[in-house]
């Protein structure tokens, strides 16, 4: 057969996709570090999270859940299969599959755009995605001196070998390595960072106030109207997020001092406007329309867009703010609305991680800076965020996502939501969730 005659290949067809359903979420109230959960580990919070879905939505059968996806930032080398060991010690059924993911702040929601991505593929019906952190049973490594000299004892070949290598420890070497919230490349923390950025984009002391008032107050008042009865399950004795602090007010936090950019005059960042160290976990329940429809469940909202950026803060415009490490979002969020056809006013809630009340003011700035239309503050998480919650970094993005979800459904019509997750590295995470 000539070329001429062979026959034509098929067109490549693109594999049908199906849309995403948000069936819920569950999470435990975030606690301070060191308190009410500093013996709890991330597998134990991470599983209580997961049996409140399977007690919620009856998921103890085979083949229930397709898929956990779930990871930790913070993790102990017994974590190294953070995900599986969760299933195995969870309600859920001991052949669901699992695996670990991790991109700093945003790994909560990232675990859940890969589990999104599989159903609407097809490959899988339903899944549940989040994760967990604790900074009160963060790892303490081996001093790197004294792990040298123990590897060196266990590759000796002799006694006299093994003796030789193990003289040369010294007191110093008993000293552990302790977890530093910095970046590896600059050495400096998330908080200096972010005080860079809050001066190259003039974030103002008492807008930081006022945002973090306001997220206090706003979360306060979704407790109280029963907004997280479904949401949020007790744990340890704990009933709600602990750093929440109902009496806030600009004027109560205009009293505190800076923390973060005391290298430079005014500083205006404080413990009031910034995120504490957190511990805690957070998952939602993702399914495919036709799986949700079988089970008499309607979904909260689906998932309808997301988009991952990065930015240069070693080498790139970073005292000009452009380039800051949680300025990430700034490229996001523009580069995501343009492909799903989508601007600012199409929006009808926004939610911001807060992880510094400077970060989201600068984030809304770059936003109009890049021609977006500005944010309706009023739209602005709108049940409170990371400044009154807390945040367990790989648990942010689950509790966003739920949390938006349900905001979404209790609107009874159609609307739209924006997910901006800022995350270590320069890195960060965005989603839009719909309803139709």
Same mark, same amino acid.
Not at 167 to 183: G, K, T
Not at 320 to 327: A, P, Q, R
């Given at each position: 057969?000539?070329?001429?005659?062979?026959?034509?290949?098929?067109?490549?067809?693109?594999?049908?996709?199906?849309?995403?359903?948000?069936?819920?979420?569950?999470?435990?109230?975030?606690?301070?570090?060191?308190?009410?959960?500093?013996?709890?580990?991330?597998?134990?919070?991470?599983?209580?999270?997961?049996?409140?879905?399977?007690?919620?939505?009856?998921?103890?059968?085979?083949?229930?859940?397709?898929?956990?996806?779930?990871?930790?930032?913070?993790?102990?080398?017994?974590?190294?299969?953070?995900?599986?060991?969760?299933?195995?010690?969870?309600?859920?059924?001991?052949?669901?599959?699992?695996?670990?993911?991790?991109?700093?702040?945003?790994?909560?929601?990232?675990?859940?755009?890969?589990?999104?991505?599989?159903?609407?593929?097809?490959?899988?019906?339903?899944?549940?995605?989040?994760?967990?952190?604790?900074?009160?049973?963060?790892?303490?490594?081996?001093?790197?001196?004294?792990?040298?000299?123990?590897?060196?004892?266990?590759?000796?070949?002799?006694?006299?070998?093994?003796?030789?290598?193990?003289?040369?420890?010294?007191?110093?070497?008993?000293?552990?390595?302790?977890? !530093?919230?910095? &970046? @590896?490349?600059?050495? =400096?923390?998330?908080? +200096?960072? %972010? $005080? /860079?950025?809050?001066? *190259?984009?003039? #974030?103002?002391?008492?807008?930081?106030?006022?945002?973090?008032?306001?997220?206090?107050?706003?979360?306060?008042?979704?407790?109280?109207?029963?907004?997280?009865?479904?949401?949020?399950?007790?744990?340890?004795?704990?009933?709600?997020?602990?750093?929440?602090?109902?009496?806030?007010?600009?004027?109560?936090?205009?009293?505190?001092?800076?923390?973060?950019?005391?290298?430079?005059?005014?500083?205006?960042?404080?413990?009031?406007?910034?995120?504490?160290?957190?511990?805690?976990?957070?998952?939602?329940?993702?399914?495919?329309?036709?799986?949700?429809?079988? !089970?008499?469940? &309607? @979904?909260?909202?689906? =998932?309808?867009?997301? +988009?991952? %950026? $990065? /930015?240069?803060?070693? *080498?790139?415009? #970073?005292?000009?703010?452009?380039?800051?490490?949680?300025?990430?979002?700034?490229?996001?969020?523009?580069?995501?609305?343009?492909?799903?056809?989508?601007?600012?006013?199409?929006?009808?809630?926004?939610?911001?991680?807060?992880?510094?009340?400077?970060?989201?003011?600068?984030?809304?700035?770059?936003?109009?800076?890049?021609?977006?239309?500005?944010?309706?503050?009023?739209?602005?998480?709108?049940?409170?965020?990371?400044?009154?919650?807390?945040?367990?970094?790989?648990?942010?993005?689950?509790?966003?996502?739920?949390?938006?979800?349900?905001?979404?459904?209790?609107?009874?019509? @159609?609307?739209?939501? =924006?997910?901006?997750?800022?995350? %270590?590295?320069?890195?960060?995470?965005?989603?839009?969730?719909?309803?139709?």
């Amino acid at each position: 057969m000539t070329p001429v005659e062979q026959p034509l290949a098929q067109p490549f067809a693109p594999p049908r996709t199906r849309r995403v359903a948000i069936i819920g979420g569950a999470r435990i109230p975030f606690a301070r570090s060191d308190g009410p959960y500093a013996t709890a580990s991330n597998q134990e919070m991470l599983t209580a999270t997961v049996d409140a879905l399977v007690d919620r939505y009856g998921l103890e059968e085979p083949g229930a859940v397709g898929e956990f996806v779930a990871g930790a930032v913070l993790k102990h080398a017994r974590d190294f299969n953070l995900a599986r060991e969760t299933v195995l010690g969870s309600r859920l059924d001991a052949r669901t599959p699992a695996y670990d993911i991790q991109q700093a702040c945003g790994t909560g929601l990232q675990a859940v755009i890969a589990a999104a991505n599989k159903i609407t593929l097809g490959q899988t019906e339903s899944a549940i995605a989040g994760g967990a952190d604790t900074a009160s049973d963060a790892p303490l490594g081996v001093n790197d001196a004294l792990r040298r000299i123990l590897l060196e004892t266990r590759r000796a070949k002799s006694a006299g070998a093994r003796l030789r290598a193990l003289s040369r420890i010294r007191p110093s070497h008993l000293v552990p390595d302790i977890p !530093r919230n910095a &970046e @590896p490349r600059t050495g =400096l923390s998330m908080g +200096e960072h %972010a $005080a /860079v950025t809050a001066r *190259a984009w003039g #974030v103002a002391r008492e807008a930081q106030d006022e945002l973090a008032a306001t997220s206090h107050q706003r979360l306060a008042a979704a407790y109280e109207r029963g907004f997280f009865q479904d949401l949020v399950v007790p744990f340890r004795e704990l009933a709600r997020d602990q750093n929440l602090r109902p009496g806030s007010t600009v004027e109560k936090l205009a009293s505190l001092k800076p923390v973060f950019g005391l290298d430079a005059p005014d500083p205006t960042m404080t413990a009031g406007n910034s995120t504490p160290l957190t511990d805690g976990a957070a998952t939602v329940l993702l399914a495919s329309e036709e799986w949700a429809r079988a !089970r008499g469940l &309607e @979904p909260l909202a689906y =998932l309808t867009a997301y +988009e991952t %950026a $990065a /930015v240069d803060f070693v *080498a790139g415009d #970073v005292v000009g703010g452009e380039d800051g490490l949680l300025m990430a979002p700034a490229y996001a969020v523009p580069r995501m609305l343009e492909r799903a056809g989508l601007t600012m006013a199409d929006f009808d809630l926004v939610e911001v991680h807060e992880a510094f009340a400077s970060q989201v003011l600068a984030t809304l700035a770059a936003w109009e800076k890049r021609g977006l239309a500005p944010v309706d503050r009023s739209r602005l998480n709108v049940a409170g965020s990371s400044l009154a919650t807390g945040h367990p970094f790989a648990a942010t993005g689950a509790r966003i996502v739920a949390t938006l979800a349900k905001l979404l459904a209790e609107r009874g019509g @159609p609307g739209r939501g =924006l997910i901006s997750v800022c995350a %270590a590295g320069g890195q960060g995470v965005t989603a839009v969730l719909e309803r139709t």
